[in-house]
């Protein structure tokens, strides 16, 4: 009986620290942005059925333009291929596309080395929420043109339009500080350009 009683209690033991070990090791990695390399994705005609009243330019651009630009500067990332989507759905909802892209260039840090929550979660934005990838609160995704699109949501949904001109407009809203606003407008400037 003593026996089982210390073999249990070593299994219950042993559990709470793997448990402990796990969730350490996942917050471990999330922080630090340690990196697996993953196949890039060509959109699919599937993907693109969720776009309805998709408009043909966004304040004079048109969104094959805007495509072409921010996939330039995703090339060879993650984020290669996923322009089209950024500039179709953002552009329906009237949100600027390139504020998305800046947003999820800042959140993923595909410019350097994409992060360990868009290699594994498929989450483009940090979003929080269920089902919680590693455990965690970040939101898993089953693809990233969802994750995507929940993004542009989100902000669709959460600001106004004098918001929505400049990241200088939101970060407070967004949680974020003005370093933030300032790596999200870089970017934006960036994807504009289009290198």
Known sequence: ???????LMALLIFNILFIFGINYSNKLIVNNNWFIYLNSHEETPEET???ENVVVDYEGESIEEIATK???V???TLLEGYGNHIAKISSSKKVNPYLIGGIILESTSCKTECSIIL???KNVSGMKGEPGCFGGSYKEYSNIT???SDLVNKINNDFDEEELKSPNNMFKK???NVSWAFRVSEYMELLKRGN
């Open 49 to 51: 059925k969720e776009e």
């Open 1 to 7: 009986m003593k026996r089982r009683f210390l073999v």
């Open 174 to 176: 967004y949680g974020k």
């Open 146 to 148: 969802d994750s995507i």
């Open 119 to 121: 290699k594994k979660c």
């Open 74 to 76: 995703f090339k060879e």
């Open 70 to 72: 921010m996939n330039n």
